[in-house]
């Protein structure tokens, strides 16, 4: 067998580790978070609306349309929402992946332009977030295509480089890309300016207005697409951003938190990149680094809950691969006469092996995990339906599937479906909730608590809601479900209104 035959086996063996027995093992990790899209999604089955409960004024706690779309199609059709939005994160993976490899291709050979995209791969965030419900890995995807659509537009094709006139077809692809990412993400339109706004600048001086005539067309098809959409919702929701956005995006509590975050997984990309940067014989470059700072811009004060392992970062980073692996290209051209394809490849993988990896105990918790905590949510979903009548008012923080299979009307504590907090958005809104709570008594407020390695995690209205219950005379505790071990735990506390 021949080095060719040996090389293809060994990727495609490879591939499918990182494809497919990677999901197999993850599958059943699902965040609580996707459960909150479908809450709107079911009443907008039902007819009722895009509404968190349906019989109070609209609020856009969620921030994917497209999976509330297609999660209000699919409970139409009898379908499980959660089965068909896990898998759309899967084939969103799938896409993203092409779409890293297809932006590799504009520098590098087939061969070793599937470097980027193992490296891609191998990082946990990105398994991780592909599984859980969430729109991340479509989101990615489309991004991917739209860099790669508007790149061709601009003349580049795939290696060897031949730079060719601008072609508009491309470029209307690239605004369709936009489009469908604006419906997915609130923060897609930014791209949209991004993207154009470079592609102007990497133009030709003599070629810059058929660039302009083919972005504009571009920009057209994206307004005729989105702006119905945007004033709609705004005139719906009768606000700008989405609610999450307000309670997640601005907490001056967490200044650079999510950025720090990022720099500690993507710094040594950084630094490649740079070496990509110099002396670089066109702006290609342009649009791979500059999202990775516009997200540090976005996120500096974002909340980090429902963020970890990267997750609102990797549609910037899946960007920043290619320009790092040709970083390392230049710098292996420099000692030798020619790329030395098995340097790259163990340099690349090896070298930075800093990209935090799935482990088999990784595996084990993000099998195992969700679904006890889908069995605790079930017991207090059993304890509610004997014990509450229908559209009591319940006070909850952890608003996911608990709020999703009860017919309950829920005031969520952790601001995100709670319109009357976006009112004021300060430091100080939790607390106000807190004491608007213990005036208006509702009938049943619900706390919910993760207690790890002797440290306690709350939302910061639970935690002053928890020390002013135990003087209150108004509420008496009626249930602690929890689950875990010694190690961490994750607990509900029903308080319920002394008749």
Same mark, same amino acid.
């Given at each position: 067998?021949?080095?060719?035959?040996?090389?293809?086996?060994?990727?495609?063996?490879?591939?499918?580790?990182?494809?497919?027995?990677?999901?197999?093992?993850?599958?059943?990790?699902?965040?609580?978070?996707?459960?909150?899209?479908?809450?709107?999604?079911?009443?907008?089955?039902?007819?009722?609306?895009?509404?968190?409960?349906?019989?109070?004024?609209?609020?856009?706690?969620?921030?994917?349309?497209?999976?509330?779309?297609?999660?209000?199609?699919?409970?139409?059709?009898?379908?499980?929402?959660?089965?068909?939005?896990?898998?759309?994160?899967?084939?969103?993976?799938?896409?993203?992946?092409?779409?890293?490899?297809?932006?590799?291709?504009?520098?590098?050979?087939?061969?070793?332009?599937?470097?980027?995209?193992?490296?891609?791969?191998?990082?946990?965030?990105?398994?991780?977030?592909?599984?859980?419900?969430?729109?991340?890995?479509?989101?990615?995807?489309?991004?991917?295509?739209?860099?790669?659509?508007?790149?061709?537009?601009?003349?580049?094709?795939?290696?060897?480089?031949?730079?060719?006139?601008?072609?508009?077809?491309?470029?209307?692809?690239?605004?369709?890309?936009?489009?469908?990412?604006?419906?997915?993400?609130?923060?897609?339109?930014?791209?949209? @300016? $991004?993207?154009?706004?470079?592609? #102007? +600048?990497?133009? &030709?001086?003599?070629?810059? %207005?058929?660039? *302009?005539?083919? =972005?504009?067309?571009?920009?057209?098809?994206?307004?005729?697409?989105?702006?119905?959409?945007?004033?709609?919702?705004?005139?719906?929701?009768?606000?700008?951003?989405?609610?999450?956005?307000?309670?997640?995006?601005?907490?001056?509590?967490?200044?650079?938190?999510?950025?720090?975050?990022?720099?500690?997984?993507?710094?040594?990309?950084?630094?490649?990149?740079?070496?990509?940067?110099?002396?670089?014989?066109?702006?290609?470059?342009?649009?791979?680094?500059?999202?990775?700072?516009?997200?540090?811009? @976005? $996120?500096?004060?974002?909340?980090? #809950? +429902?963020?970890? &392992?990267?997750?609102?970062? %990797?549609?910037? *980073?899946?960007? =920043?691969?290619?320009?790092?692996?040709?970083?390392?290209?230049?710098?292996?051209?420099?000692?030798?006469?020619?790329?030395?394809?098995?340097?790259?490849?163990?340099?690349?993988?090896?070298?930075?092996?800093?990209?935090?990896?799935?482990?088999?105990?990784?595996?084990?918790?993000?099998?195992?995990?969700?679904?006890?905590?889908?069995?605790?949510?079930?017991?207090?979903?059993?304890?509610?339906?004997?014990?509450?009548?229908?559209?009591?008012?319940?006070?909850?923080?952890?608003?996911?599937?608990?709020?999703?299979?009860?017919?309950?009307?829920?005031?969520?504590?952790?601001?995100?479906?709670?319109?009357?907090?976006?009112?004021?958005?300060?430091?100080?809104?939790?607390?106000?909730?807190?004491?608007?709570?213990?005036?208006?008594?509702?009938?049943?407020?619900?706390?919910?608590?993760?207690?790890?390695?002797?440290?306690?995690?709350?939302?910061?209205?639970?935690?002053?809601?928890?020390?002013?219950?135990?003087?209150?005379?108004?509420?008496?505790?009626?249930?602690?479900?929890?689950?875990?071990?010694?190690?961490?735990?994750?607990?509900?506390?029903?308080?319920?209104?002394?008749?």
């Amino acid at each position: 067998m021949n080095r060719k035959n040996l090389a293809l086996i060994f990727f495609a063996l490879l591939f499918f580790y990182l494809l497919v027995i990677q999901i197999k093992a993850i599958w059943f990790f699902t965040i609580d978070d996707m459960f909150i899209p479908l809450r709107y999604a079911r009443h907008w089955a039902e007819g009722q609306g895009l509404l968190w409960n349906s019989h109070e004024p609209p609020v856009e706690g969620y921030s994917n349309f497209s999976f509330v779309v297609i999660a209000a199609g699919a409970i139409k059709l009898g379908l499980n929402p959660v089965i068909i939005l896990k898998l759309l994160g899967v084939v969103g993976l799938y896409f993203a992946a092409y779409g890293v490899f297809l932006l590799s291709r504009l520098w590098f050979n087939a061969a070793i332009a599937c470097l980027p995209v193992i490296a891609l791969l191998i990082y946990k965030g990105q398994i991780i977030w592909s599984v859980s419900g969430l729109e991340t890995t479509v989101y990615q995807a489309l991004l991917a295509l739209a860099l790669y659509f508007l790149l061709r537009g601009q003349g580049y094709r795939p290696f060897p480089q031949v730079k060719e006139p601008p072609q508009h077809l491309w470029t209307l692809f690239s605004a369709l890309c936009l489009a469908f990412a604006s419906f997915t993400r609130p923060e897609g339109p930014f791209f949209l @300016l $991004l993207f154009f706004g470079l592609a #102007l +600048v990497d133009c &030709d001086k003599l070629q810059r %207005l058929k660039v *302009f005539y083919g =972005l504009f067309k571009a920009t057209l098809l994206f307004s005729v697409l989105y702006v119905p959409y945007f004033l709609w919702r705004w005139y719906y929701f009768g606000s700008i951003f989405p609610n999450s956005v307000l309670c997640k995006g601005f907490s001056a509590n967490t200044l650079f938190f999510l950025d720090g975050m990022y720099l500690r997984l993507a710094w040594p990309f950084m630094i490649l990149a740079l070496v990509a940067v110099i002396n670089a014989k066109d702006r290609r470059h342009w649009f791979f680094w500059t999202p990775s700072f516009l997200y540090m811009i @976005l $996120l500096a004060k974002a909340d980090p #809950l +429902v963020a970890f &392992d990267n997750r609102l970062f %990797l549609p910037a *980073f899946q960007f =920043l691969l290619p320009l790092a692996l040709l970083g390392l290209s230049r710098v292996s051209a420099y000692f030798w006469e020619r790329d030395n394809i098995v340097l790259i490849f163990f340099v690349f993988l090896i070298g930075f092996f800093c990209l935090p990896a799935m482990t088999p105990a990784e595996y084990r918790f993000f099998s195992n995990n969700p679904q006890a905590g889908i069995r605790l949510r079930q017991n207090v979903l059993a304890w509610l339906a004997a014990n509450v009548p229908n559209k009591s008012h319940v006070v909850l923080a952890d608003s996911g599937m608990i709020p999703y299979l009860s017919n309950l009307d829920f005031i969520d504590s952790a601001c995100i479906n709670n319109r009357q907090m976006t009112e004021q958005v300060d430091s100080t809104m939790y607390l106000r909730f807190c004491d608007q709570m213990l005036k208006e008594k509702p009938e049943l407020i619900i706390l919910s608590v993760l207690l790890e390695n002797r440290h306690t995690f709350s939302t910061p209205a639970d935690a002053c809601l928890t020390t002013k219950l135990r003087d209150s005379g108004d509420y008496k505790l009626k249930a602690i479900f929890e689950t875990g071990d010694q190690h961490s735990t994750y607990r509900y506390s029903v308080y319920r209104k002394v008749p």
